[in-house]
């Protein structure tokens, strides 16, 4: 059944077709495969039953949070700031990069997001004062993988929802493993610095800093209001989603840059992504019936339990899995169908299903960066203009700060694990 339902998802999507129609698709063969033909009201129902839940309302106001927030300028706010703060350290725009994806994921959420808002201003500034545009349009992808990590997350949303954890608990979790790959990118830069002549820029006056500081750090409320009301037990998700809405608007209004229709254009899209989606989720869950029904997670678990007890051989198997999973699928549909099946594996192996999805996270977000299907290195590449093949060459070296990040992660859980046992006290 495995086999039936990811074979046929997977040659569909290497076919161009949408993400949700491949998903749906999958799942009808795989009913009629396994003898449901005549018993297709089972499907609507479990579709329902999948989005059926209190904390995916969350999604559409956090990614119209994030949508609000672009059309206010806030990007260059951000841009500004980071620069200020790190543009005179050696390889300075580059360590801005880095930065600045590490500010806006606060705002975004999602690394086609952040490419899409900072990448065109990130690579015309480091083109413009004497880097390469490859290596401008690499990093600038590269630095993208902080954003989903770092809360409020799309991503992380759902597999708490897959995974039956604590959304609070999930983003505290994601804030240090973010710090972690931006400080690794960091030091590749500083070391890319010693070997090729970078310029720097000129050491911003306190004034400066200050300045634009005052307005990078307006962006910074809405994740803040998001975390503390819903770490402070004040609000839910949705409710914390609403108000920074409400708020990104007024934000909006204060610097008077959102006009009748951006609004409409931030609404527009985030109703749509919520669509799509909702979509794969619901079409998911149907698949993780008929996974289940089938016993294909215990089979599955039988075959690598069969193959090893070892627990580190375990993460290993698995992070090459998501690796190569995350080459070829975005994200989310991925984590859609991979978590259910998984589960039973790591609670198996006494792996904390709060560690395992900053894991699942940071491993399927390296994909977007991973050449030849890495959807980031597409957009980038259209962005910056360069062609693909030069920015996936260009990329390569910036890959093994990320897997460095990814291994160290996974092999220690306490990056994951320290802040949301400080914070909100151990897991009982």
């Known amino acids: 059944?495995?086999?039936?339902?990811?074979?046929?998802?997977?040659?569909?999507?290497?076919?161009?077709?949408?993400?949700?129609?491949?998903?749906?698709?999958?799942?009808?063969?795989?009913?009629?495969?396994?003898?449901?033909?005549?018993?297709?009201?089972?499907?609507?129902?479990?579709?329902?039953?999948?989005?059926?839940?209190?904390?995916?309302?969350?999604?559409?106001?956090?990614?119209?949070?994030?949508?609000?927030?672009?059309?206010?300028?806030?990007?260059?706010?951000?841009?500004?700031?980071?620069?200020?703060?790190?543009?005179?350290?050696?390889?300075?725009?580059?360590?801005?990069?880095?930065?600045?994806?590490?500010?806006?994921?606060?705002i975004n959420g999602t690394s086609v997001g952040d490419i899409g808002a900072m990448g065109p201003m990130e690579i015309r500034a480091m083109r413009a004062n004497g880097y390469r545009a490859d290596f401008a349009a690499a990093l600038t992808v590269a630095s993208a993988v902080v954003g989903p990590l770092i809360p409020p997350s799309v991503g992380l949303i759902i597999y708490a929802h897959l995974a039956d954890v604590s959304i609070a608990r999930l983003f505290l979790a994601g804030v240090i493993p973010g710090l972690v790959i931006a400080l690794c990118l960091m030091i590749y830069n500083r070391l890319y610095a010693a070997r090729h002549e970078l310029p720097r820029q000129p050491r911003a006056s306190v004034a400066a800093v200050v300045k634009t500081g005052r307005h990078g750090l307006v962006s910074l409320i809405a994740p803040a209001i998001i975390m503390g009301a819903v770490l402070s037990g004040y609000a839910t998700a949705t409710e914390a989603g609403v108000v920074a809405c409400f708020y990104a608007l007024g934000v909006g209004l204060l610097y008077r840059s959102v006009t009748f229709s951006a609004l409409y254009n931030a609404i527009h899209d985030a109703v749509l992504v919520t669509a799509v989606v909702m979509g794969i989720i619901a079409f998911s869950h149907g698949m993780s019936w008929l996974l289940a029904i089938e016993q294909a997670p215990q089979d599955l678990a039988l075959a690598i339990t069969g193959a090893t007890e070892n627990k580190t051989v375990f993460m290993l198997l698995i992070l090459g899995m998501l690796l190569l999973v995350g080459c070829f699928m975005e994200g989310v549909p991925a984590k859609l169908i991979l978590v259910p099946v998984l589960l039973p594996l790591i609670d198996a192996f006494g792996v904390d299903r709060v560690h395992f999805g900053i894991v699942i996270q940071l491993a399927l977000l390296v994909g977007i960066a991973t050449p030849p299907m890495g959807i980031g290195l597409y957009i980038v590449a259209e962005i910056a203009r360069v062609p693909f093949e030069r920015v996936s060459i260009a990329v390569l070296p910036l890959l093994i700060p990320l897997l460095v990040a990814l291994l160290l992660i996974a092999f220690v859980p306490q990056f994951s694990l320290f802040l949301p046992d400080l914070i909100l006290g151990p897991e009982q």
């Open 1 to 106: 059944m495995l086999a039936i339902l990811f074979g046929g998802f997977t040659g569909l999507m290497l076919l161009s077709v949408p993400v949700t129609i491949a998903v749906g698709t999958a799942v009808v063969i795989g009913f009629v495969y396994a003898g449901f033909g005549d018993s297709f009201y089972i499907l609507p129902q479990q579709m329902l039953e999948g989005i059926n839940s209190p904390s995916l309302v969350a999604l559409p106001f956090f990614i119209l949070t994030g949508n609000l927030m672009n059309v206010t300028g806030m990007t260059d706010r951000i841009f500004a700031f980071a620069t200020a703060l790190v543009g005179h350290f050696r390889a300075g725009l580059a360590q801005v990069n880095v930065v600045a994806s590490v500010v806006f994921s606060g």
